[in-house]
């Protein structure tokens, strides 16, 4: 749907009426960026909202409308909006500036902060964003072994960097997506989630592999979770193979418990890349992993054995004010409750989703683990029972499945009744959710279901 196209729906004509300056802005943007987005997984039609503030779990849009925000900044706020000390650890950097050009003694507090976290982090090198921090893995990979191959798992995310664009949501034969070039997507084996047999048989018969990857609780934050013990053969495999493993814990570092996947499950990675949380909900990254590995990045390691080591420049590593906020953030996550406090929420809203889901006799189902919500929106309209629902019964690409027009009429739903969820379609919860946005997201998704099952879905 267009912009400004006309609608037989009484919810987009809701949403259009409430959300005025949004559509102008929008109207502007779309002279400006490609769909008028600049990030895809904003992608809303006919418009997204346009915010200007958030405090805790809620977030006010340019019209003054105010939503329970399940985007979390991208999975990055597991502390909220504006959470007083990060902000006031933010505040104090800026007051100092910026950029310096040297190093910080922020930087090394940082770096502090998260080896004492992950204690498989010997080693970290921050970086802007977390697909340069999947980039720098990789890179160390292979360089550290001499093998040019890198295997992953079809629909897992690691950024949009050009190795990693196959077989996230499209292109699952390994091909090259638009832009990519062949030499690329060839260096990439792609292997199906949770089939250790398929991991096994490739690790024995090839000896190009420099390093497998993983989003350790699955594709998506859990949208294709990883099956019980997958991780522990993962890593049995991949150590008889002398094949390095990296896992992606951009999103559930410092989330699904202070150490990350890697504390929770018991699983010591050779190579860690971070993000989001890391940086307190501003713009960062990092690989951090074996001193052996991170040694490619050390001029006086390459020095003395002789080796080329790899160039690793970037304006804004470990800028003094998302050290600031990091450093913050991390504190928090060290000395609170914060992770156990989002996990419970979630498993109770997901809960109370699907007693909703059941007494409507709604088709949608809501599963995920620790701080992650996913709505099932169920394509094939599956007879489920929602509380009983067992995503590993389903076939991955099902599970990935948002029908678009249905996702959207959720999404515009949801949005008029005061909540904001992305478009797995699902969300991020943090710490400072509360009972009232709890209950208040409840009767969203109640008035939402009444008001889809009201109109026609085009
Ligand atoms: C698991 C995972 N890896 C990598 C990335 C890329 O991080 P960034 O968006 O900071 O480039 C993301 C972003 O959502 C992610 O979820």
Not at 121 to 130: D, K, L, N, Q, Y
Request: net charge neutral.
């Amino acid at each position: 749907m267009l912009l400004d196209a006309p609608t037989n729906s009484t919810v987009i004509a809701e949403y259009r009426q409430r959300t005025p300056r949004s559509a102008e802005l929008a109207r502007a943007a779309r002279e400006l960026f490609p769909s008028g987005i600049t990030h895809d997984g904003r992608f809303l039609r006919p418009y997204g909202i346009y915010v200007d503030a958030g405090k805790a779990g809620r977030k006010w849009d340019v019209d003054g409308n105010e939503y329970v925000d399940y985007f979390g900044g991208h999975g990055a706020l597991l502390l909220g909006h504006c959470h007083p000390r990060v902000q006031a650890a933010c505040a104090e950097a800026l007051a100092q500036g910026t950029q310096f050009g040297a190093n910080t003694a922020r930087e090394v507090r940082w770096g502090q902060a998260v080896k004492r976290l992950m204690p498989s982090v010997e080693r970290i090198r921050f970086t802007a964003s977390g697909t340069e921090a999947t980039h720098l893995a990789l890179r160390l990979a292979r360089a550290f072994t001499g093998r040019p191959k890198l295997a992953r798992f079809a629909t897992h995310f690691h950024g949009w960097h050009d190795h990693m664009t196959s077989g996230y949501v499209s292109h699952f034969d390994g091909t090259p997506t638009p832009g990519v070039v062949d030499g690329i997507s060839d260096n990439v084996v792609l292997l199906p989630p949770n089939d250790i047999e398929a991991l096994r048989r490739t690790l024995r018969c090839r000896d190009d592999i420099a390093a497998v990857i993983i989003e350790p609780t699955g594709a998506s934050f859990g949208r294709v979770p990883t099956a019980e013990g997958f991780l522990a053969m993962l890593r049995e495999a991949t150590r008889e193979a002398g094949v390095l493993l990296i896992f992606d814990e951009v999103i559930t570092g410092f989330r699904v418990a202070p150490g990350g996947a890697q504390a929770r499950f018991g699983i010591r990675p050779d190579l860690t890349t971070m993000a989001k949380i890391l940086a307190g909900g501003l713009p960062g990254g990092a690989v951090g992993g074996r001193a052996d590995i991170l040694a490619h990045l050390d001029f006086h390691a390459a020095d003395e054995s002789g080796f080329e080591k790899i160039q690793h420049p970037g304006t804004f590593n470990a800028n003094p004010v998302s050290a600031a906020a990091g450093i913050a953030a991390l504190d928090i996550i060290a000395t609170t409750d914060a992770c156990d406090v989002a996990n419970a929420y979630a498993a109770e809203l997901r809960d109370r989703l699907n007693a909703l889901f059941k007494s409507t006799r709604s088709l949608f189902a809501a599963y995920g683990t620790f701080s992650a919500f996913h709505i099932f929106l169920n394509p094939e309209r599956r007879a489920i029972d929602p509380a009983a629902f067992d995503p590993a019964s389903l076939p991955v690409q099902e599970l990935k499945a948002a029908p678009r027009p249905l996702l959207e009429r959720l999404r515009i739903s949801l949005l008029v009744n005061g909540v904001d969820i992305n478009n797995w379609p699902g969300g991020h919860v943090s710490a400072v959710h509360t009972d009232a946005d709890m209950a208040h997201t409840v009767r969203a998704f109640e008035t939402a279901l009444f008001r889809l099952a009201e109109e026609p879905i085009l």
